[in-house]
């Protein structure tokens, strides 16, 4: 049965227009894109466990995620947002199954909400540093949830060649028609029980710098020099 909060307020025809052409070129993207994948044997045995799992990159890169892990069911965190609106809109024609909330609206029910999913086993695919950054910085959001739900952390970073990079916060990358794609996955990361701030806090870290190493790894497989999601 399908969660997701988009029922609860039907966004005006326009917002659903635009989130169908979105789709229709990311979608376009996908199919053209020529994908190189390192390290999916340890997403997949994960995946496969049916234990639940928080699968983790950057704001800036979820086109190819949106693609790559379609129609599957996964879950995701939009903001409560008109911007978060949209977004719901868009994922919801790509498969996923949302819960409305960010860190600064609806955070603490979304939390909750999510943690009894992936008890579940269900799958969050999730940007530790959105919805508004800073860009490539892990707050704590994913720890919580990780700590709570007892679910493995998987690091993914991706890059593309040719690409454009918006000048938005986030540098959201958009690949060109048949580029070529890099997608490295790091190796799972557990959070202890009743863990304390210190704890989540170096935890945090640890997460960002994984996503962080796949990401340049992903980068320097098409002969770019990394971002950091500050350069273009």
């Known amino acids: 049965m399908s969660h997701r909060d988009c029922s609860e307020r039907t966004p005006p025809f326009r917002t659903r227009l635009l989130a169908a052409l979105v789709w229709a070129v990311a979608r376009l993207i996908g199919f053209t894109a020529r994908v190189r994948y390192v390290g999916r044997e340890t997403m997949d045995r994960v995946l496969a466990s049916g234990t639940g799992a928080i699968l983790v990159t950057w704001h800036g890169r979820t086109l190819m995620p949106a693609n790559v892990l379609r129609k599957r069911g996964y879950w995701v965190l939009i903001s409560l947002s008109l911007d978060g609106d949209l977004q719901n ?69 991706i890059s593309a060649r040719p690409r454009f990079l918006a000048r938005s916060w986030d ?37 960002e710098e994984a996503i962080n190493e796949c990401e340049r790894r992903a980068e320097e497989m098409l002969g770019l020099v990394p971002t950091g999601g500050r350069a273009a």
């Open 89 to 157: 809109c868009i994922f919801g024609r790509f498969g996923f199954q949302s819960i409305r909330g960010s860190t600064g609206r609806g955070g603490i029910r979304a939390t909750l909400k999510l943690a009894r999913i992936l008890k579940d086993g269900g799958v969050l695919a999730f940007t530790p540093d959105g919805p508004r950054g800073p860009s490539h910085k892990a707050q704590l959001g994913v720890v919580v949830l990780a700590e709570r739900s007892g679910c493995p952390v998987v690091p993914i970073g």
């Open 171 to 207: 540098r959201y990358m958009v690949p060109a028609p048949f580029a070529r794609v890099a997608w490295v996955v790091g190796d799972p990361i557990t959070v202890a029980p009743n863990a304390d701030d210190l704890d989540r806090e170096a935890t945090a870290r640890r997460i």
